[in-house]
């Protein structure tokens, strides 16, 4: 066994010049403190299902997505352990948003960002990482990722970031003004101010582990529901109790869904996972905006798609209470993809049946999908 292989690519990287590490700290907190809490918002349903429905808006991050916190939360971690110096080329395998955030962040700090994604990343997210400062390396499987990665990372004497890791670890799942603190903290005036369900989807599998941390530390009832794009190793992983799953298969939903279990993901606290098809994903993006007037991304389609069924169990049930989601960023990034039409139709994703489903649900308050 290598005993070099459970350090980072930055293993061999000059002695720490701490001083410029305190200053980047300081950097880096000085953002967040100058960074508002984002917003959670009401989503008015049929006053007789007696469910209230609160989705918290990640677009409103400076980088316009949920991945700004993660970000924020990566750079501090490797600031503080050392395996980001002065200089340090920082380099990031992401189907995106991430990409867009560290790039944000190593331009604060004055540092080189390379990010590895598919391909099939949209060009708007393309553009953004160029807007600030960062270069792409396009490569053609999500499995091609990792490698390419570590390998850029030690051609540069750099630091391979590696969210897929570090996300579950490096965010204080206890609070410290993580996302799960904030959405209880919003909540404490609302008639339901502990939420039957909070629904996430899965990109590292950070953000529902510090979230299922964070429930089950404080002791609340709340549940937990994780949604996955079809193909993705995730819900086969965790229904089967099996870590070894891997489908090779790149998601069709940016930003969530993996082609392999990432170390990030922590099935232990997951309540319920929900498979959702791609097309279905489209549908909920869809009909969010006309709905509420919002202009979310795909991944926010998959959470509302999972969010729609839960509402329909407790409306069945006869229960009241509230669930929380996230927007996890604008439509936008989007524009030639998603909210295409042409674009929709090469990928087969057609949304006119799902979409049927929930205009159903709204007439009748019964899920039929």
């Known amino acids: 066994m290598n005993p070099a292989a459970n350090f980072p690519a930055a293993l061999n990287a000059p002695a720490t010049n701490w001083a410029w590490t305190h200053q980047a700290i300081g950097k880096v907190q000085a953002e967040s403190n100058r960074s508002a809490d984002t917003h959670l918002y009401k989503i008015e349903l049929p006053e007789q299902w007696g469910v209230d429905l609160y989705v918290k808006d990640e677009s409103c991050h400076r980088t316009g997505s949920l991945k700004h916190r993660l970000a924020r939360s990566l750079f501090l971690f490797a600031l503080v352990n ?5 200089g340090t080329t920082v380099v990031e395998a992401s189907s995106g948003s991430t990409a867009v955030s560290e790039a944000y962040f190593a331009q604060l700090l004055g540092l080189d ?8 990343t949209s060009p708007e997210k393309i553009a953004l990482i160029e807007q600030f400062g960062g270069r792409c390396h396009l490569v053609d499987n999500a499995d091609e990722v990792y490698s390419a990665a570590s390998e850029i990372a030690r051609e540069n004497n750099g630091h391979y970031m590696d969210q897929f890791t570090y996300a579950e670890r490096a965010t204080d799942w206890r609070g410290n003004n993580n996302i799960a603190e904030s959405i209880f903290s919003q909540l404490s005036h609302e008639r339901h101010p502990e939420p039957a369900w909070v629904v996430v989807g899965a990109g590292t599998g950070g953000t529902s582990a510090t979230i ?3 429930i089950r530390y404080h002791g609340h009832s709340t549940q937990l529901a994780v949604v996955d794009p079809e193909g993705s190793a995730f819900y086969p992983a965790w229904k089967n109790n099996d870590p070894a799953v891997v489908t090779g298969n790149s998601s069709r939903i ?3 869904g993996r082609p392999r279990v990432e170390p990030s993901f922590v099935p232990g606290v997951i309540d319920s996972m929900i498979q959702i098809p791609d097309a279905a994903s ?3 993006m869809m009909h969010f905006e006309q709905l509420t007037g919002l202009h979310a991304g795909p991944s926010t ?3 509302l798609w999972g969010v729609w069924q839960l509402v329909a169990q407790l409306v069945a049930a006869g229960e009241k209470g509230s669930i929380v989601t996230l927007m996890c960023d604008g439509g936008e990034r989007y524009a030639g993809s998603y909210n295409n039409p042409a674009w929709l139709a090469e990928k087969g994703l057609d949304p006119a049946p799902h979409l049927a489903t929930i205009e159903d649900f709204f007439a009748t308050g019964v899920w039929h999908g």
């Open 212 to 214: 299922g941390r964070y």
């Open 113 to 120: 960002f390379v990010a590895v994604m598919t391909r099939t």
């Open 254 to 256: 940016e930003g969530i």
């Open 282 to 284: 489209v549908a909920a």
């Open 82 to 86: 050392g395996w980001i110096n002065e």
């Open 301 to 303: 389609g998959t959470n």
